[in-house]
């Protein structure tokens, strides 16, 4: 059975360079997922690794450029626990192998089931997330398996639409007050609405906690 709400807490990079296999496993399984990217090389995969911090890397064996292993050989120097899942149309012993010592423990020989990749990734979606939090300003912790803020192993109460503004400032960055407008609320608010979330938002953490970038939005710190 599928943790279809673990899945989407993950993020998700497809290294592939053919172009109908990647778009069609994005559209296969992209929607179960919090963000999914494709790359379609080895050097591209590097970029949006760094780019997007996916918790999963999907990479076929044989991409341009810089291999689906000696990619996966680079992301584990810098991320020992980063979990990279190697498709292959190949079943030589030697590749498997060579996978293995990089790191990689999981492999799908194409063509392969894609409701066996999702048995598999949502098997594992729990181990992800309990080690899968982000430190921020002030000694704040958000921890995504619990979707709850903590302030010295204590939890910091917020409301639904409080928690739903920290997910989407960690997953996008910035917000501007229309967009915060669309995603707490469905009928129209006036800026001054806005203001108030933000006043009280930062009376129950910090001042230094959420940051204001004119003319742009808010951040997290």
């Known amino acids: 059975m599928l943790q279809i709400e673990n899945l989407k807490k993950l993020k998700l990079l497809i ?27 080895g050097e591209e995969g590097l970029f949006y690794f760094d780019k997007i911090k996916p918790d999963i890397v999907i990479t076929d064996i044989m ?71 982000v430190s921020l300003k002030d000694g704040f912790i958000y921890k995504y398996l619990e979707d709850k803020l903590y302030k010295n192993n204590s939890i910091v109460k ?15 960055k910035i917000l501007s007050n229309n967009e915060i407008k669309k995603l707490l609320w469905s009928d129209k608010v006036s800026d001054e609405r806005v203001r108030t979330f933000i006043k009280r938002f930062r009376e129950k953490t910090s001042k230094e906690f959420l940051q204001n970038i004119s003319s742009q939005g808010y951040t997290l710190v």
């Open 15 to 41: 290294v592939e360079d053919e172009r109908n296999i990647a778009e069609l496993l994005k559209d296969a399984i992209g929607e179960y997922f919090l963000e999914v990217e494709i790359a379609y090389d």
């Open 63 to 133: 991409i341009p450029k810089i291999s689906g292993l000696e990619m996966a050989k680079k992301i584990k120097n810098n991320n020992p626990n980063q979990n990279i899942i190697i498709l292959s149309a190949y079943s030589d012993t030697k590749k498997l192998l060579n996978a293995i010592d990089v790191g990689v423990v999981k492999y799908f020989i194409k063509p392969f089931d894609p409701d066996e990749l999702m048995d598999y990734i949502s098997s594992i979606s729990e181990k992800i997330l309990k080690i899968k939090e």
């Open 158 to 172: 917020l409301t639904n639409k409080e928690l739903t503004f920290i997910k989407s400032l960690l997953n996008k």
